[in-house]
Nanobody
Framework: QVQLVESGGGLVQPGGSLRLSCAAS????????MGWYRQAPGKQRELVAT???????NYADSVKGRFTISRDNGNIPVYLQMNSLQPEDTAVYYC?????????WGQGTQVTVSS
């Protein structure tokens, strides 16, 4: 079992920045990739960014050049630095971890971009 807790969401004006954090506990030694997903009202959950145990990263086209996923030594916490935020980035952001054949989710943190 892996437990994930997100933090750092909030309200920000267009063009602003936020940093999300994901703390993991439990069987974290088995995690091989962690990531961030988001779900806007009325839309499906979508990939934002992932980072593997080896440090390889992957981003959705919509956030490339604006968002950066990173982690501390030992794979946790995992961060999502979000710059140049736009109203279309408004969503609930979820931390995700994959370990063996299992997928784990955090409870989500709301990000609202509005003037």
């Amino acid at each position: 079992q892996v437990q994930l807790v997100e933090s750092g969401g909030g309200l920000v004006q267009p063009g602003g920045s936020l940093r999300l954090s994901c703390a993991a506990s439990g069987s974290i030694f088995s995690v091989y990739v962690m990531g961030w997903y988001r779900q806007a009202p009325g839309k499906q959950r979508e990939l934002v960014a992932t980072i593997t145990r080896g440090g390889s990263t992957n981003y959705a086209d919509s956030v490339k050049g604006r968002f950066t996923i990173s982690r501390d030594n030992g794979n946790i916490p995992v961060y999502l630095q979000m710059n140049s935020l736009q109203p279309e980035d408004t969503a609930v952001y979820y931390c995700n971890a994959k370990a063996y054949q299992f997928t784990y989710w955090g409870q989500g943190t709301q990000v609202t971009v509005s003037s």
